[in-house]
Nanobody
């Protein structure tokens, strides 16, 4: 499975950006996708995740009501979007998408599990990140 995040950029506080994660490979129906971010000098944290079917989603509390994750599934490719509205300077970070085989709940629960954090949240595949900068 390969992932590539794109869509980052510079935006003023209060503005919006939409990130895309292009997912390719085999057996994509079995993978849930997570969005993570890492701010300068900070640990990587979970932001949002979506089930393989696209019907179940989770958000970290700091982005609830502002960010929306969605998925466009086709036979051998998949694009997962992260629509980010009402952006704040504290949303500035490199954003990554990652895939994990199995239920999306496992991704969500890993966000608060110390052991999982030490192993990159036990995700199976990671894409390269895209930088989001929110100016005040």
């Amino acid at each position: 499975v390969q992932l590539q995040a794109s869509g980052g950029g510079l935006v003023q506080a209060g503005g919006s950006l939409r990130l895309s994660c292009a997912v390719s490979g085999s057996s994509l129906d079995y993978y849930a996708i997570g969005w993570f971010r890492q701010a300068p000098g900070e640990e990587r944290e979970g932001v949002s995740c979506i089930s393989s079917s696209g019907t179940l989603t989770y958000y970290t509390s700091s982005v609830k009501g502002r960010f929306t994750v969605s998925s466009d599934n086709s036979e051998n490719t998949r694009t997962v979007y992260l629509q980010m509205n009402s952006l704040k300077p504290e949303d500035t970070a490199v954003y990554y998408c990652a895939a994990k085989k199995g239920p999306v709940l496992a991704i969500y629960e890993a966000w608060s599990d110390y052991g999982s954090k030490q192993h990159d949240y036990d995700m199976d595949y990671w894409g390269k990140g895209t930088l989001v900068t929110v100016s005040s």
